[in-house]
């Protein structure tokens, strides 16, 4: 997948199932595999809270819910299309995963920088 990158808009109109294909964020023309996490889970709280906004996060047949974090991880790391969300210390120190390519949101790359100068 071509795809380094997405807007913050772009996330939440994934997650909200308005857009459904990697070509519209400049990928492959293939659908999106969303994954999501059941509600009530640390990392959809924040996903909800930071990344929705109050908008609803809408299941559609792209978008596949994991009970588990690690679920979610695995998920990804064997689908050519995937696409999910965690907080950043999970991926990257309790279960680093390099076939995994985290993406930048709004042109900021998540590392321990970013979150310490909290961009």
Partial sequence: NPVTGLTHAQARDIYSGKI???KTVGGKDEPILAYIRERNSGSQELMEALVMRG???TITLGNMMASTMI???NRIAETKNGLGYTVY???SVMVP???I???A???VLPSSASIADGT
């Fill in 101 to 103: 390519r985290l993406l």
């Fill in 97 to 99: 995963d390099r076939k």
């Fill in 55 to 57: 908008e609803a996060i």
């Fill in 89 to 91: 210390y999970y991926q």
């Fill in 105 to 107: 949101v709004d042109g």
């Fill in 20 to 22: 459904t294909n990697w």
């Fill in 71 to 73: 679920g979610v991880m």
